[in-house]
């Protein structure tokens, strides 16, 4: 029996739908733009079908990635609006719930939200967040990390959201965790490889997405058409969709992630020490498995490759500021992880 999904409440779509990619194609089978502009590509299908004609056939192909395209770019602006004009609704339930770190409150939330968002005619479906991280970064991109005037509503919410934020940095006792750092005993992928390259060429072949777009874009380029527009844009097209749809690796260090590797550097202080970093890389390989993370153990090759992600990730703060941290509530612990690792 089919789920319907319009008058189903109180989920989220990582509970109902496979994956990302298949949440993003229902929100666009569902935008009206996208159903008129699909009308008229496939009627220009049918006339290039009648008519022989390889030229609209190619117009239709480039005109159907574009308006994939165009409606990625208008649905972040959609989410740019909806928070704008409903900041006040927005705080309320970050005060009301407290969610914090926890992914669990922020389920809560975004799962209210679509609710409500849909009823009122905010969103074209019921399925706005596609969970309670996506719903944490937009508000973290549009509210938290916003230089627009904010109301006193949504300052209170931003003031409780860094409170929950210290509890849980204070909430984490160093001397336990330590020792979980120092007795981890998972092996680290150089053990386990020949090389850094050959660990990365295993992990990418493995990844069913990465060769999917492999296909997609050797298929692209059979000489069946003499459009260089078709050419380029089917390519280039998927691609840009796969990178906007897929987890990307510095996706999984999400707030709580983020609060346990700043956690460990203060606690060990590796400074250049390679035995602690790589005790370090491999208690973060196992905590981001067993959390859901990342997908396997083997985030960091080793202790050098976990000590530049954290000096180089633009995510975090380097010694210089060149490139302001992603995140911002955690200024201060990266500041204080950083001097753990100075010499």
């Given at each position: 029996m089919a789920v319907d999904i319009e008058n189903k409440k109180g989920s989220i779509p990582e509970h109902d739908f496979r994956n990302r990619l298949t949440w993003t194609l229902y929100n666009l089978s569902k935008f009206r733009f996208?159903?008129?502009?699909l009308c008229c590509t496939s009627l220009l299908g049918l006339l290039g079908l009648i008519g022989g004609s390889h030229k609209v056939l190619e117009t239709?192909?480039?005109?159907?990635?574009q308006g994939v395209g165009l409606y990625l770019g208008l649905m972040?602006?959609?989410?740019?609006?909806?928070?704008?004009?409903?900041?006040?609704?927005?705080?309320?339930?970050?005060?009301?719930?407290?969610?914090g770190v926890d992914d669990t409150k922020w389920d809560l939330i975004?799962?209210?939200?679509?609710?409500?968002?849909?009823?009122?005619?905010?969103?074209?479906?019921?399925?706005?967040?596609?969970?309670?991280?996506?719903?944490?970064?937009?508000?973290?991109?549009?509210?938290?990390?916003?230089?627009?005037?904010?109301?006193?509503?949504?300052?209170?919410?931003?003031?409780?959201?860094?409170?929950?934020?210290?509890?849980?940095?204070n909430g984490a006792h160093g001397e336990e965790l330590k020792k979980l750092i120092v007795n981890s005993g998972l092996p680290l992928p150089k053990e386990n490889y020949l090389s850094k390259c050959t660990w990365r060429a295993r992990y990418w072949i493995k990844d069913t997405e990465n060769l999917g777009m492999f296909f997609l874009f050797t298929i692209s380029l059979m000489p069946y058409t003499y459009s260089w527009m078709l050419y380029s844009a089917i390519p280039i097209g998927f691609f840009c969709f796969f990178m906007s749809s897929r987890d990307k690796k510095r996706d999984a260090f999400e707030i709580q992630a983020g609060l346990t590797f700043l956690k460990a550097i203060v606690c060990c202080r590796p400074k250049s020490d390679p035995d602690i970093w790589d005790s370090?890389?491999?208690?973060?390989?196992?905590?981001?498995?067993?959390?859901?993370?990342?997908?396997?153990?083997?985030?960091?090759?080793d202790g050098k490759d976990c000590?530049?992600?954290?000096?180089?990730?633009r995510f975090f703060i380097t010694k210089l500021d060149v490139f302001a941290t992603e995140f911002v509530e955690l200024k201060k612990y990266i500041e204080e992880a950083l001097e753990a690792t100075e010499s």
């Amino acid at each position: 029996m089919a789920v319907d999904i319009e008058n189903k409440k109180g989920s989220i779509p990582e509970h109902d739908f496979r994956n990302r990619l298949t949440w993003t194609l229902y929100n666009l089978s569902k935008f009206r733009f996208f159903q008129a502009w699909l009308c008229c590509t496939s009627l220009l299908g049918l006339l290039g079908l009648i008519g022989g004609s390889h030229k609209v056939l190619e117009t239709m192909w480039n005109a159907s990635i574009q308006g994939v395209g165009l409606y990625l770019g208008l649905m972040g602006m959609k989410y740019r609006e909806i928070i704008s004009k409903n900041i006040e609704t927005f705080s309320c339930e970050l005060i009301t719930e407290d969610p914090g770190v926890d992914d669990t409150k922020w389920d809560l939330i975004a799962s209210r939200t679509n609710d409500s968002f849909f009823e009122e005619g905010t969103w074209h479906t019921p399925y706005c967040w596609y969970n309670g991280v996506h719903c944490r970064q937009v508000f973290r991109a549009r509210v938290l990390k916003s230089a627009e005037k904010r109301s006193l509503s949504a300052d209170q919410a931003i003031s409780t959201y860094l409170q929950s934020i210290d509890a849980a940095w204070n909430g984490a006792h160093g001397e336990e965790l330590k020792k979980l750092i120092v007795n981890s005993g998972l092996p680290l992928p150089k053990e386990n490889y020949l090389s850094k390259c050959t660990w990365r060429a295993r992990y990418w072949i493995k990844d069913t997405e990465n060769l999917g777009m492999f296909f997609l874009f050797t298929i692209s380029l059979m000489p069946y058409t003499y459009s260089w527009m078709l050419y380029s844009a089917i390519p280039i097209g998927f691609f840009c969709f796969f990178m906007s749809s897929r987890d990307k690796k510095r996706d999984a260090f999400e707030i709580q992630a983020g609060l346990t590797f700043l956690k460990a550097i203060v606690c060990c202080r590796p400074k250049s020490d390679p035995d602690i970093w790589d005790s370090i890389a491999s208690y973060m390989n196992q905590y981001l498995f067993e959390t859901g993370y990342w997908r396997t153990n083997e985030y960091f090759f080793d202790g050098k490759d976990c000590a530049k992600f954290f000096k180089g990730a633009r995510f975090f703060i380097t010694k210089l500021d060149v490139f302001a941290t992603e995140f911002v509530e955690l200024k201060k612990y990266i500041e204080e992880a950083l001097e753990a690792t100075e010499s």
